[in-house]
């Protein structure tokens, strides 16, 4: 697994690098045997009431599969991290599940007796 960090218009400070890293690789634990590229990109965003926002986008890309792109906006930088990795976590091994129960589907149809 390849994991990519970028930030616009702040620096990353060490932490924040490595409670990325540590989130991404507990969340993306089940993708570890795949050859997965994950980029980070965190932004700050003016809010439209003149209030800080930040943004956390996260890109997956998975062999022979489309790429998953989720933004996250939210007031707390942690809590943008949070959910963007949550969702993309759970988009990825949506798209896994539903490509091995086709493949299962497939298995069985080739291999049905009596028909």
Not at 17 to 22: F, G, T
Not at 68 to 96: E, F, G, P, S, T
Request: net charge positive; charged share 25%.
């Amino acid at each position: 697994m390849q994991i990519l960090l970028a930030s616009n218009r702040f620096w990353m400070e060490p932490t924040l690098q490595e409670y990325v890293k540590s989130k991404i690789r507990c969340a993306f634990s089940a993708l570890k045997r795949k050859a997965v590229s994950i980029a980070v990109r965190l932004c700050d965003l003016d809010g439209p009431s003149g209030g800080r926002e930040t943004m956390c986008e996260i890109s997956v890309s998975m062999p022979g599969q489309p790429e998953i792109l989720v933004k996250h906006v939210q007031q707390d930088m942690y809590a943008a991290i949070d959910m963007a990795v949550r969702r993309a976590a759970h988009r990825a091994n949506r798209i896994l599940l539903c490509k091995r129960s086709r493949v299962l589907k497939s298995v069985r149809a080739k291999f049905r007796i009596g028909d």
